[in-house]
């Protein structure tokens, strides 16, 4: 028995020692046991009870942050009055170009960058042309659009070199910069070599027949002159017919082509030589002849038909017909009488 009783004191003793062992109270729990349980006890579980609006107000605080972060750039000493200005200026930047004032500008001045080129030395001061001659160096900058609101660095030399090829009588074209402020332009001219008329109006074509130009001054007006379809890709006969005319050549004011097989040749008092379709240089032979024989084209004629070989018809004018007619009636009558 007492065996058992120090059994049961031992462990008396050892578990008092361990959970602190107090009086218990009925209907109460000690705390001392309340508390080694919960200590014990395994840690619950977390409850995400924020996970749903952590974004959100993660978001909210990042955007709050930033703003509060401009808030607090424009309370640094100048950036608001830099800001303050730059609002001010882009509205009234707004306000001129609403009202036409930049049109106005770019129309005086050119662009801004070309402004800013032209101050930071870079202006067109010298244009060098080269290779015209018929064309003035005004036609050729006002067709290149080249002007003093150009820059050297912003200027296309590829798009100054198509507008200048766009001119009829250029042929070819070479657009050069040369830094700081000289552009040079080399062209090649289209030669004109006669005036081509169709349907009443005027063209001035190469040695090829190529139309290069209308006629809209007097530069040309001294150039052979053709008329009719087709007469402008016969131009190389023509002229070799003026050659063979010699020095009828210079009284010879138009050529024109008859239904695309021979010429008529316009003589400058008003006389109409008709060629023949074969051997037209032949026919201008004998006209050479008749002229100096017996100046043929100075008399009241209308025209002279040289169609048909070794054979010349004459007709006379109206004024030179009656007078004919009043010279020959008393020959008539007098043949009648008898």
Request: proline share 6%; net charge positive; glycine share 8%.
């Amino acid at each position: 028995m007492d065996g058992g009783r120090r059994i049961l004191r031992s462990l008396r003793e050892s578990f008092s020692a361990r959970h602190s062992l107090v009086p218990i109270v009925p209907g109460e729990v000690p705390y001392a046991l309340a508390a080694a349980a919960v200590a014990t006890a395994p840690p619950p579980a977390a409850v995400p009870v924020a996970a749903a609006v952590a974004p959100r107000a993660s978001a909210r605080r990042t955007r709050g942050e930033r703003l509060l972060s401009r808030l607090a750039l424009l309370g640094r000493p100048g950036v608001g009055a830099l800001a303050t200005l730059a609002l001010f200026a882009a509205i009234g930047a707004a306000g001129f170009v609403e009202n036409g004032g930049y049109a106005a500008l770019v129309a005086s001045e050119g662009e801004l960058y070309d402004i800013a080129a032209r101050a930071a030395g870079f202006p067109i001061s010298a244009v060098t042309i080269t290779g015209q001659s018929r064309l003035t160096e005004r036609e050729l900058l006002d067709a290149a659009g080249v002007g003093p609101r150009n820059s050297l660095p912003f200027l296309d030399a590829t798009a100054v070199r198509d507008r200048l090829m766009q001119v009829p009588l250029v042929k070819t074209a070479r657009v050069m910069k040369l830094y700081p402020d000289r552009l040079v332009v080399a062209i090649e001219e289209r030669q004109p070599s006669a005036l081509w008329q169709r349907d009443g109006r005027v063209a001035v074509i190469s040695e090829d027949g190529v139309p290069i130009d209308e006629l809209r001054d007097q530069r040309y007006l001294g150039l052979p002159f053709v008329v009719g379809e087709g007469a402008q890709k016969r131009l190389l006969e023509f002229l070799m017919l003026m050659t063979k005319a010699g020095d009828l050549a210079h009284r010879i004011k138009a050529g024109v082509l008859v239904a695309g097989r021979r010429w008529n040749f316009e003589v400058t008092n008003g006389v109409t030589v008709k060629l023949p379709e074969i051997d037209p240089s032949g026919a201008l032979e004998t006209l050479a002849r008749l002229q100096r024989e017996a100046r043929i084209l100075d008399k009241d004629v209308m025209f002279i038909d040289l169609r048909i070989p070794d054979r010349v018809s004459v007709r006379l004018t109206e004024e030179a017909a009656a007078a004919r007619e009043a010279q020959l009636a008393p020959r008539k009558s007098t043949k009648s009488g008898g």
